[in-house]
């Protein structure tokens, strides 16, 4: 599918639109009602949005993001900036962070979990198109924000791989993909103690409760959080008590292509030696990671359940982790473009277009409209593009453009979309699906150049 010019430029208008509508001044809300504070991997897709239209706002962006950072490094998956006119929950009181000497002083407010790590992603993007006459500023600011991205990935290196497997271990479903049923059995496993009371307020914004997840994964989430909060968010403490350990290889992959990142703005950053060593040794052992949780009779990777000690074996978006850490083994690579056009993903008839659900349609546990159970999401697929585009897949790249630009041009910037019907689902007017149209629409234009 390609989209007419006309098309891309009122896209351009729009999406720009999005972001400017929801900028709260130094920061983004991730959607206008449904998440009005600043959450961490939505700040890192926005930015690579505000690259597009001010690379000073968009370091701005990770700048705020990385002030609330944790005293292991740990970047908080939502900082709540939002006065009490935007109500969201769980809200600050519920994850009482005040518990942890490590998280950051008041006025600071953040939850005690984080999100992958795609800041990286953005700060190369930000590099990339920064202006000649603005780069003197813009790599000062870089160079302060470096070593605190490096700080990051080492917390994910070590408090969160203590095993030094290569793979990140998740603490909730709230670290990327929530309601997935990658987390089913491991939740199924938990016995909750009933959460205190709570009034979700998720339903004011998105009222289709077969969008959203259930209220039995609600009790399960915040019940998850007094876990954490009773561990004071102590690493070493949940690592040895907590019942929820995953190593996620979606997450794992993240990481992967974000070291490959930092690796990359070494010279520009001044990066250390120390730190260039640091950085190579993550990279190889976040590939050798996923290299041993690949299956070569589904050519998928597996998530790994560590306190069940068993492998999750599902087909969901997260199993293609060897294609989004841009892998380099040419026979895994062959097996996962395979079976990404095979009918268990793009290839399915019924899809509206060739984009990759969050949930294959032949899992069991497959709901078309329920958030990470089904739906397409713009970010994931464009996470997906630009691996393909960096792999050197680029008609499969471009593909994934033109049918997410076409997905796009109702203009509503929807959360996710139901994949038969292409209809928008969840928020409308979404930072990070505005942002990544930006990144998008602007790639025609590196192409005509380059090419
Ligand atoms: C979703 O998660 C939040 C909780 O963090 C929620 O449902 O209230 C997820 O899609 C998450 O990955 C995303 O960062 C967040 C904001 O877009 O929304």
């Given at each position: 599918m390609s989209v007419s010019a006309g098309t891309r430029a009122t896209l351009r208008e729009q999406a720009a639109a999005v972001l400017h509508g929801n900028d709260a001044g130094g920061w983004t809300r991730a959607a206008p009602v449904l998440y009005p504070h600043q959450w961490s991997w939505d700040s890192a897709f926005i930015a690579i949005g505000w690259a597009h239209l001010d690379v000073s706002r968009a370091i701005t962006e990770l700048e705020q993001l990385f002030a609330a950072q944790w005293a292991t490094g740990m970047v908080p998956h939502v900082v709540f900036r939002a006065g009490p006119e935007h109500p969201y929950f769980p809200g600050p009181e519920w994850w009482d962070t005040s518990v942890s000497p490590a998280a950051p002083a008041a006025p600071l407010r953040t939850t005690g979990i984080?999100?992958?790590?795609?800041?990286?992603?953005?700060?190369?993007?930000?590099?990339?198109?920064?202006?000649?006459?603005?780069?003197?500023?813009?790599?000062?600011?870089?160079?302060?924000?470096?070593?605190?991205?490096?700080?990051?990935?080492?917390?994910?290196?070590?408090?969160?791989?203590?095993?030094?497997?290569?793979?990140?271990?998740?603490?909730?479903?709230?670290?990327?993909?929530?309601?997935?049923?990658?987390?089913?059995?491991?939740?199924?496993?938990?016995?909750?103690?009933?959460p205190g009371p709570y009034t979700r307020l998720d339903g004011n914004a998105v009222p289709d409760p077969s969008q959203r997840p259930t209220n039995w994964d609600y009790d399960r989430f915040l019940w998850l959080v007094e876990q954490l909060r009773k561990y004071r968010y102590d690493d070493a403490r949940i690592y040895r008590e907590?019942?929820?350990?995953?190593?996620?290889?979606?997450?794992?992959?993240?990481?992967?292509?974000?070291?490959?990142?930092?690796?990359?703005?070494?010279?520009?950053?001044?990066?250390?030696?120390?730190?260039?060593?640091?950085l190579a040794g993550w990279l190889d052992r976040g590939r050798a990671g996923l290299a041993g949780?690949?299956?070569?009779?589904?050519?998928?990777?597996?998530?790994?359940?560590?306190?069940?000690?068993?492998?999750?074996?599902?087909?969901?978006?997260?199993?293609?982790?060897?294609?989004?850490?841009?892998?380099?083994?040419?026979?895994?690579?062959?097996?996962?473009?395979?079976?990404?056009?095979?009918?268990?993903?793009?290839?399915?008839?019924?899809?509206?277009?060739?984009?990759?659900?969050?949930?294959?349609?032949?899992?069991?546990?497959?709901?078309?409209?329920?958030?990470?159970?089904?739906?397409?999401?713009?970010?994931?697929?464009?996470?997906?593009?630009?691996?393909?585009?960096?792999?050197?897949y680029s008609d499969r790249a471009d593909a994934v453009r033109g049918d997410s630009l076409g997905q796009l041009a109702d203009g509503e910037f929807g959360e996710y979309y139901e994949p038969f019907t292409g209809k928008q689902l969840g928020s409308t007017r979404q930072s990070w699906t505005a942002a990544v149209t930006l990144d998008w629409l602007a790639s025609y234009q590196r192409t005509a150049v380059s090419g």
């Open positions: 984080c999100q992958p790590p795609v800041h990286a992603l953005a700060l190369q993007r930000i590099w990339q198109l920064t202006p000649r006459e603005q780069r003197p500023a813009i790599r000062a600011r870089l160079q302060a924000l470096y070593p605190r991205v490096v700080n990051w990935h080492r917390y994910l290196a070590t408090q969160r791989d203590p095993e030094a497997s290569g793979l990140v271990t998740t603490y909730h479903p709230w670290e990327g993909t929530d309601n997935s049923p990658r987390w089913d059995r491991a939740l199924e496993r938990i016995t909750v103690a009933r907590y019942p929820f350990l995953i190593k996620d290889v979606f997450f794992s992959a993240v990481l992967v292509a974000a070291n490959a990142a930092l690796l990359d703005l070494a010279d520009v950053a001044g990066a250390s030696g120390e730190a260039r060593e640091q949780r690949f299956d070569p009779r589904t050519g998928l990777c597996a998530d790994y359940d560590v306190r069940a000690g068993a492998d999750i074996r599902l087909k969901t978006f997260a199993g293609f982790a060897p294609l989004f850490a841009r892998t380099a083994d040419p026979g895994q690579r062959a097996a996962q473009l395979r079976l990404l056009d095979s009918a268990d993903f793009c290839g399915h008839q019924g899809l509206r277009w060739r984009l990759l659900p969050s949930t294959s349609p032949a899992e069991p546990s497959f709901e078309p409209r329920n958030y990470w159970r089904g739906p397409v999401w713009p970010v994931i697929s464009w996470l997906l593009w630009q691996s393909l585009d960096l792999l050197g």
